[in-house]
């Protein structure tokens, strides 16, 4: 697999809770390293989860300020204290709306070996961990903001 057309909002896919990943083998070395190639060959920044790409397994990566990486079975642990920023997605391009979220998480996870790894993460990374995790249950951002912004989101989208 390499870079693959990443599903846009409305797509079914989007909205279907991912499976857990039970074979660390080739197959999911491959589904992360071309999410990886996706992820580059847009924007070059944030992140993608796997069913972005119409692979429903609860696979991620992140790429961010120098820091990137891919995470597999993740688990989230986010802080009380919140803040709001301006956060986007690759599934619903060219729209930026603010969203407030947990301002720390501390994720622990697998990689693509089966190996335990845990990534504790602020601010910016921290937004891009819990927007791709909440992909991995078929959730999207817009559905985090009240209903009136919402309406005012899907008018916005291109
Ligand atoms: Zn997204």
Not at 11 to 34: C, I, K, M, W
Not at 39 to 50: D, F, N, S, W
Request: charged share 25%; with cysteine; aromatic share 6%.
């Amino acid at each position: 697999m390499a870079v693959q057309p990443i599903r846009l909002f409305d797509d079914p896919v989007l909205r279907t809770p991912a499976e857990p990943v039970t074979d660390f083998d080739r197959e999911l070395r491959g589904l992360v390293r071309s999410l990886q190639a996706t992820v580059r060959a847009g924007t070059g920044r944030a992140g993608l989860a796997a069913p972005q790409i119409g692979v429903p397994l609860r696979v991620f990566v992140y790429e961010l300020d120098g820091r990137s990486g891919h995470l597999v079975n993740p688990r989230l642990d986010p802080s009380e204290r919140r803040i709001v920023a301006d956060e986007a997605c690759l599934s619903a391009p060219g729209v930026w709306w603010p969203l407030e979220r947990p301002y720390m998480v501390t994720v622990r996870a697998r990689d693509m070996f089966g190996k335990p790894v845990t990534l504790r993460a602020l601010g910016t990374l921290a937004r891009v961990l819990q927007h791709e995790a909440d992909h991995l249950d078929g959730v999207l951002f817009i559905d985090r903001l009240p209903a009136e912004e919402r309406e005012r989101f899907l008018a916005a989208l291109p």
